[in-house]
């Protein structure tokens, strides 16, 4: 069996792309009867049943038993077999990264998070993470030749579709996607590391059956995600959502992506640390500020998120700004794409209340009352998670998409 799945679905003939559609169906829908699926692919039982016997003996769908009906005979009930195939996922953070690895079935069987990494732009630093990866596959303990594949999220311009990212380890006239491939030993693909934890919310989080979702994640930057009618929306060539760059103020502050007046410049996880520092610099007191005065190391995200949640009051002025802020944009994202749920996640959605209240109010000011009153506010549910698990689940539907 091994292997075999792969070779199959790169044939692209009838019958492969047959077992991708059925794959696909309970990969989204769970677990359902033959009849149910012949419908939802318009085809006959007859040929449905056939595919079905043919992938239960290959091992990739299981016969779950009987399904208890009120009357009548009782159909059996078909999934997909957990252990017929892994996946990875892995989230870059910018002092770290998170490993992933999910079973066919989607069910998490291990994750590791916080393993020690500087995201730096260089040859160096993708070679360090190609490693931590094949270290994390020799430790999990499950056949090497039973992973399928590995998604990895990288911030920035990423287009899935063509393997190649614009904005981080762009060395090389060749795809990203391919060159991780030769060097950790699996099928790679590679997508928007936002884009993924929408994707993971989506599937794994809070979102329970809306289909047209804004997922905003305030991190170092600030990027969304987009679902329109239950699909993740990718724009042309795969770099939608780049909300951050969005020219929103007048001022001189440069964004790391070469232009002034950014939102990020101002309402982001990267403002938030400027910010501060600035603040304290001018003689204002935070839990923080022997910490900063030591100058040993660089002071991280993390800590400052901590000593919100502590309490410390300039810390959660700078937030509540950022909120405040960052609300009066999303209200805008609203109006143009009435959503019926909107999802703050990232780094800074850690702080709960103290972001989420400014953003709120700003929201409510500056929409329109009938469009807002269409929106839900939601923190994410899977919180630091949402990344490694949003690429688990993209490693998986990757190999399944039409």
Known sequence: ???????????????????????????????????????????????????????????????????????????????????????????????????????????????????????ENSPEALEVLCELVRNFIKEIGVNGK???????????RVNPESGYSFSRFNFSERPLAEILAEKIGYSVCIDNDTRAMTYGEHLKGCVKGEKDIIFVNISWGIGIGIIIDGKVYMGKSGFSGEFGHVNVFDNEILCHCGKKGCLETEASGSALHRILLERIANGESSILSERIKMKKE?????????????EDLLCIEIVEEIGQKLGRQIAGLISIFNPELVIIGGTLSLTGDYIIQPIKTAIRKYSLNLINKDATIAISKLKDKAGVIGACMLARSRMFES
């Open 298 to 310: 660089a002071l991280t995200l993390d800590e400052i998120i901590a000593a919100v949640n502590k």
């Open 146 to 156: 039973k992973i399928l594949n590995v998604c990895i999220n990288i911030s920035g």
């Open 1 to 119: 069996m091994e292997h075999e799945l792969l070779k199959e679905l790169a044939s692209g003939n009838k019958s492969a792309l047959l077992k991708k559609k059925i794959i696909a169906h309970y990969i989204y829908n769970g677990s359902s009867t033959i009849t149910d699926l012949a419908k939802e692919l318009d085809l006959s039982v007859p040929t449905v049943t056939k595919f079905i016997n043919e992938m239960c003996e290959e091992n990739y769908i299981n016969d779950y038993g009987k399904l208890e009906t009120s009357s009548g005979r009782h159909p059996n009930l078909y999934g997909l077999n957990p252990e017929s195939g892994y996946f990875i996922g892995v989230d870059i953070k910018k002092f770290s990264i998170n490993i992933g690895l999910i079973n066919f079935k989607g069910d998490l069987v291990e994750m590791k998070m916080d393993i020690p990494y500087k995201f």
